[in-house]
């Protein structure tokens, strides 16, 4: 279960190397007591105390984490990275004819070696797509217990 929730948990509220356990439907980690010059301590808490403080930490549909600021900023990006590479010598970034026209399976299987349209199951057999299903305009996450 320990695994599981890690998975959840990176980068979000709490990296996976601060989760220490989980038994008898608690979780223990580690954190930093900044009132005590920072040190490390670990905490206790109930499961589900530790999924209410964890969720206070995930950020409503529509919002994003991450901002870049400077020249990776969003406005003005592809023309301030162009003046970089100028700035800096370098050719620019422009991809080839043949690379824009490529899909991303061939993309994807020039990169790792294996391919999209091969069934991941017996490695012989052709994917092929039969429908494409449309996304759902309000996607909802639930946390259930599966104990």
Known sequence: MLDYVGRYTHRVAISNNRLLDMAEGKVTF???DYRHE???KTMTLQAEEFIRRFLLHVLPEGFQR???YGFLANRYREQKLAHC?????MPSCEPSASEAAKDYRERYEELTGSSLRVCP???QGRMLVIEILPQ????????TDTS
């Open 30 to 32: 580690r954190y930093k």
């Open 38 to 40: 920072a040190q490390q």
């Open 66 to 68: 991450i901002r870049y």
């Open 85 to 89: 590479r100028e700035l800096l010598g």
């Open 121 to 123: 199951v017996c490695h």
């Open 136 to 143: 759902s305009p309000q996607r909802k996450t639930a946390i």
